[in-house]
């Protein structure tokens, strides 16, 4: 029996892998959520999976292992981008599993990033690549997101939504004199479809935060930290801070 008093745990997913039977994965995945007493939402493409689920410490272990590792996925999950955190009451208020046709919306079929993504960026690296006079520094969220906090020097699309991200680039980015890009997200999930899309359009080099700002938050001490202010969740939570630490909502925020 886990501990009634524990904290709950959070799973943040997602992978881009070929799954063209999404629609038959829906209800088996449904079912076995439900059966962990999980809550959150999930979407399933045939483009690949995105998610956010709660629940007991040992039920969200259950859930990782049967995604990486059980029949449901039978091994297709094998590089699943998974992060964990706590939250002090259960943020979410019921189970979703929804079928989508991107799990994460761009609208550009030419941004395939089951075919080619830019390169990877470990958070022990992130501080050195972006301090180079070179390198443009690109936050690819929402611009609600980039005023609760951002790293120092990145610039702001100023997008509502992710399917904005391809006119801020025609309109704003140039292969021939961006020739290094630098991007990030919450998780790491759009910038994978983001860098889909300029390497796709000709730009040479484009590189991507790996977790996110979620993996930095967790990994980079604070004294060295290039962030500022706070990172914006999709759920009640609302806000984490370094160490992925929950801020408080009616606290006010650190300078």
């Given at each position: 029996m886990s501990d009634p008093h524990s904290a709950t745990k959070v799973a943040a997913f997602y992978q881009f892998a070929a799954l063209p039977d999404y629609r038959e994965l829906?209800?088996?995945?449904?079912?076995?959520?439900?059966?962990?007493?999980?809550?959150?939402?999930?979407?399933?493409?045939?483009?690949?999976?995105?998610?956010?689920?709660?629940?007991?410490?040992?039920?969200?272990?259950?859930l990782a292992h049967e995604l990486a590792h059980g029949d449901m996925f039978d091994g297709r999950l094998d590089n699943l981008?998974?992060?964990?955190?706590?939250?002090?009451?259960?943020?979410?208020?019921?189970?979703?599993?929804?079928?989508?046709k991107e799990i994460v919306t761009l609208g550009d079929k030419a941004a395939d990033p089951t075919r080619q993504v830019g390169t990877?960026?470990?958070?022990?690296?992130?501080?050195?690549?972006?301090?180079?006079?070179?390198?443009?520094?690109?936050?690819?969220?929402?611009?609600?997101?980039?005023?609760?906090?951002?790293?120092?020097?990145?610039?702001?699309?100023?997008i509502r939504s992710f399917g904005q991200f391809k006119d801020f680039a025609a309109e704003r980015l140039d292969p021939a004199k961006h020739r290094r890009i630098a991007m990030f997200c919450t998780g790491g999930i759009r910038c994978e479809k983001a860098s889909a899309h300029l390497l796709a359009r000709g730009f040479a080099e484009v590189y991507h935060l790996k977790g996110g700002i979620l993996r930095y938050l967790e990994e980079v001490p604070e004294a060295q930290s290039r962030w500022r202010g706070e990172c914006f969740v999709f759920d009640e939570r609302v806000a984490l801070g370094h160490g992925l630490r929950e801020r408080n909502k009616d606290a006010t925020r650190d300078e």
């Open positions: 829906r209800e088996p995945l449904r079912a076995f959520c439900a059966g962990l007493k999980l809550k959150g939402s999930v979407l399933l493409a045939q483009e690949g999976i995105n998610g956010t689920l709660a629940g007991a410490p040992n039920a969200i272990d259950a981008e998974l992060k964990f955190s706590t939250a002090g009451a259960m943020p979410f208020g019921r189970l979703k599993v929804r079928l989508k990877y960026v470990d958070a022990s690296e992130w501080n050195a690549l972006i301090s180079a006079p070179d390198t443009l520094l690109l936050d690819t969220r929402n611009a609600f997101e980039v005023a609760m906090g951002t790293f120092e020097g990145a610039v702001d699309p100023g």
